[in-house]
């Protein structure tokens, strides 16, 4: 099963920037659409955003559309979310995991794919002036 190490998380400030990388292992990337997580403090894992199994496609929530954007190198089987102006409510632990789809719906990419059982530890974001 498709594995992931997430790195890149840090503090910054408001209106900063940062890029994720989520590294695989354990599979072939090329065969996924993949999803980003955000776990903010005190709330559920939820959906930021999505890149499907080409990188030619990418969803994300209103609120980061237009801040944050998800690419993918396959020769690397390495997955990145950059994610400029950043706010406080951005602040979470930030996971990647293998979707069902990169759909055009919120809901498409808020939850893993059903067999999906290997989260990793994620990374931490703290935006903070």
């Known amino acids: 099963q498709l594995q992931f190490v997430e790195s890149g998380g840090g503090l910054v400030q408001p209106g900063g920037s940062l890029r994720l990388s989520c590294a695989t292992s354990?599979?072939?990337?090329?065969?996924?659409?993949i999803g980003w997580f955000r776990q903010a403090p005190g709330k559920e894992r939820a959906g930021v955003s999505c890149?499907?199994?080409?990188?030619?496609?990418?969803n994300y929530a209103d609120s980061v559309k237009g801040r944050f954007t998800a690419s993918r190198d396959n020769a690397l089987g390495t997955v990145y979310l950059q994610m400029t102006s950043l706010k406080p409510e951005d602040t979470g632990v930030y996971y990647c995991?293998?979707?069902?789809?990169?759909?055009?719906?919120?809901?498409?990419?808020?939850?893993?794919?059903?067999?999906?059982?290997?989260w990793g530890q994620g990374t931490q974001v703290t935006v903070s002036s």
């Open positions: 995991a293998v979707l069902s789809s990169c759909g055009l719906r919120w809901s498409d990419y808020n939850s893993p794919h059903p067999n999906f059982r290997s």
């Open positions: 890149i499907n199994e080409s990188g030619r496609s990418t």
């Open positions: 354990g599979d072939n990337m090329d065969y996924y659409d």
